[in-house]
């Protein structure tokens, strides 16, 4: 479904991104793993649109959306929930939501995808004329997913949905993110949470200085020697 | 001192400072969804006033019948200077950003000067000396439509920003950038939706002053600083600051001149500015960085 082919991707004339390539198909969940300034969150906002490869493409369902622009790359099915959340913090809950659907296909059916986002965030209905401004960090993060799934994805990036989170809360997000991918929605993740995420990803990368150095399954991955010495400190 | 008088002044001022809000609430909305200093906001309101004259003068449309064409003048005035000019320097810090938009102003000022001259000029409407009397209290009748409009407006914007998804845009565009792009949200025309909503709403407030004083090319930068000082004395993007801050300086200003000659009504604009940056620099609603 998602197909990134060799992107090189810099800022300035810092190179951020070598020749990565990925892959995620229809109904997976795909994590990246690699540590801080691995070039994570720079994949994931050159998929979005907001950075553009230099060299290399992108390709979502066939069509190739290398230089197309975030809202056409939204309105085609692709959700980002950023690093930090970025919600709007004078708004209401259920205005951040309703922000989440930006076009005729998501609002025609605004009303019914609430109610589902409301069934697997119950704290957000309750919260829901609210400012979220207001909410807790967890409660935020709820938040940021739930104004992603108002755009009705067919796949949802996730930029380290549990950063700063309690251990216990953590768990529900990891939670939460298997129920939104058993109902349909292909997920790709990045996370330095390597356990949690390597354990529900059906395929995982890993990134290190901007390249693409291991990829397996989730379960290859976490039985790979460097990978558990490097990142679990096993 | 004459209490009739101070009652006098007290409600001149505070049916001005309607207007002065309706300037700065304008000035407050660019600034609050972009952070930028619109420099060049009097001169655009001038222009509003220019295009109204003209219609008066030469189709005989009464100000108030033109109000809505001639904000839309400048609203496509400030939706062209975004598109073209602020969306480019966004980016840049402050000290530069207020270059392009003071030349902006100053093309503006001149284009006025070329097009109308250098003439005051006062059209005499329909309902420019009529006046109305309380009591023992006068009261211009084009001042009291002034005040009446300029609130109305203010609260159609405030509706405007509440519940169409426009005004949620834009709102969600002032919260976080990032965040509104990502959901998908083209930033840039809303950018420029808000900026001409900013000239548009100057531009409507500056058709109100029309019947109340002479129109000349340079009255534009005046206006620049008082809308910029009732946007500091709101808090910086706060659009009831503006308001409020608006009521506060056309009161503190017609309150002024019964002590000071009319013509050093600025030293109480600038006194107060200092006042406010020295005991509350945030405002005095608070405002956003």
Redesign the interface.
Known sequence: MLRVEGIDVYYGDLQALREVSLEVNRGEVVAVIGSNGAGKSTLLRTV?G?LRPRRGQIMFNAANISQA???R???QGIS?V?EG???????TVL?NL???A??PRTQKVQQETLAQVYAIFPRLKERRSQKAGTLSGGEQQMLAMG?GLM?RPALMMLDEPSLGLAPLLVSKIFEIIQHIHRQGTAILLIEQNVFHSLKIADRGYVLENGQIVLSGSGRQLLENPHIRKTYLGL | MDPHLALQLIIQGILLGGIYGLIALGLSLIFGVMGVINFAHGQMMVMAMYVSYWLFILLSLDPYLSLVGAAAAVFVLGYLIQATVVNRILDYPEAMQVLPLVAMGLILENMALLFWGPDHRSPQTALSLQTLWVGPVMIDVSRLIAFVLAIAITILIFIFLKKTNIGKCIRAAADNRTGAILVGIDVDRIYNTSFALGAATTGAAGVLLLPLMPLSPHMGHDFTLTAFIVVILGGMGNLIGALVGGLILGLAESVATLFLPATLKQVVSFSLLVVIMLFRPQGLFGGKK
């Open positions: 979005s907001i622009r975030t809202s790359i939204v309105e980002h950023p959340r970025q919600i709007f913090p004078t708004m205005e309703e922000m989440g930006q076009f104004r755009a």
